[in-house]
């Protein structure tokens, strides 16, 4: 209470719009957590709670808990998802798409390796996000990735936009997925990731992106996905 009652000193509101927990916190009772976050709802200094980087199990124990007491229910998920890994689609997504809650995407360029400025011949440069943060988030294949560039650079030719638009708008279109959090570094690449919306790729590009960027996934999904009867989500 009092760390929140802080930030809303230090911001000049009376309350925040959507209150995000950061992680899922082991060590604090879930119950404990979500009846201090509807004590906040019902005092009014925040209107709509949500999380960041939860597991598909936690998020859904979470939602599970809140509708046992009448707590308020997350709305929103903030994520990691790009066309560089596409973990989220596999449990998250569907979660997303019956209990209602919307993924903010953060990192949408793939920690800096969806820009383009990353080839088979020309590595990350320095003063790169890429370069400055090689060996920090997820893991992938150089062929994958430039796999996914071929793609990417194929449609940036057919729609006159740049790569990192082809990017998110790909994002954009996905369901659940409600906003994309940009990390632009300066005005040209604010402009330039704004230029993302406003239009979109058609049924064949965003096929096209799907497959450059597949991967097999994790169990229990490709046993899922064997049993196409059963209507995949």
Same mark, same amino acid.
């Given at each position: 209470?009092?760390?929140?009652?802080?930030?809303?000193?230090?911001?000049?509101?009376?309350?925040? &719009?959507? *209150?995000?927990?950061?992680?899922?916190? $082991?060590? =604090?009772?879930?119950?404990?957590?979500?009846?201090?976050?509807?004590?906040?709802?019902?005092?009014?200094?925040?209107?709509? =709670?949500?999380?960041?980087? *939860?597991?598909?199990?936690?998020?859904?124990? !979470?939602? !599970?808990?809140?509708?046992? $007491?009448? $707590?308020?229910?997350?709305?929103?998920?903030?994520?990691?998802? !790009?066309?560089?890994?596409?973990? $989220?689609?596999?449990?998250?997504?569907?979660?997303?798409?019956?209990?209602?809650?919307?993924?903010?995407?953060?990192?949408?360029?793939?920690?800096?390796?969806?820009?383009?400025?990353?080839?088979? &011949?020309?590595?990350?440069?320095?003063?790169?996000?890429? *370069? /400055?943060?090689?060996?920090?988030?997820?893991?992938?294949?150089?062929?994958?990735?430039?796999?996914?560039?071929?793609?990417?650079?194929?449609?940036?030719?057919?729609?006159?936009?740049?790569?990192?638009?082809?990017?998110? #708008?790909?994002?954009?279109?996905?369901?659940?997925?409600? #906003?994309?959090?940009?990390?632009?570094?300066?005005?040209?690449?604010?402009?330039?990731?704004?230029?993302?919306? &406003?239009?979109?790729?058609?049924?064949?590009?965003?096929?096209?992106?799907?497959?450059? !960027? &597949?991967?097999?996934?994790?169990?229990?999904?490709?046993?899922?996905? #064997?049993?196409? /009867?059963?209507? /995949?989500?």
């Amino acid at each position: 209470m009092d760390a929140v009652d802080g930030a809303l000193k230090r911001l000049g509101t009376d309350y925040i &719009d959507l *209150f995000q927990l950061h992680g899922q916190d $082991y060590n =604090t009772p879930l119950d404990e957590t979500l009846s201090t976050l509807d004590q906040l709802v019902r005092s009014g200094k925040i209107r709509y =709670t949500g999380c960041s980087n *939860f597991s598909g199990w936690h998020l859904m124990r !979470s939602l !599970s808990v809140s509708d046992r $007491y009448g $707590y308020p229910r997350h709305v929103s998920h903030q994520v990691y998802y !790009s066309l560089l890994n596409r973990d $989220y689609e596999w449990d998250l997504m569907p979660l997303g798409q019956v209990e209602g809650v919307g993924s903010m995407i953060w990192s949408p360029l793939g920690w800096g390796k969806l820009t383009g400025k990353i080839r088979r &011949d020309r590595p990350a440069q320095p003063g790169t996000r890429a *370069f /400055e943060i090689a060996g920090a988030g997820p893991r992938y294949e150089d062929a994958h990735l430039f796999r996914i560039i071929d793609a990417l650079d194929e449609i940036s030719e057919k729609t006159g936009k740049t790569i990192p638009q082809v990017a998110l #708008n790909w994002l954009l279109q996905k369901p659940s997925v409600a #906003n994309v959090i940009i990390g632009a570094r300066s005005e040209g690449q604010l402009i330039e990731n704004i230029g993302a919306v &406003d239009w979109s790729l058609t049924a064949e590009q965003v096929a096209k992106l799907d497959t450059a !960027s &597949d991967l097999p996934p994790a169990y229990p999904v490709w046993h899922q996905r #064997n049993f196409p /009867e059963l209507k /995949e989500f």
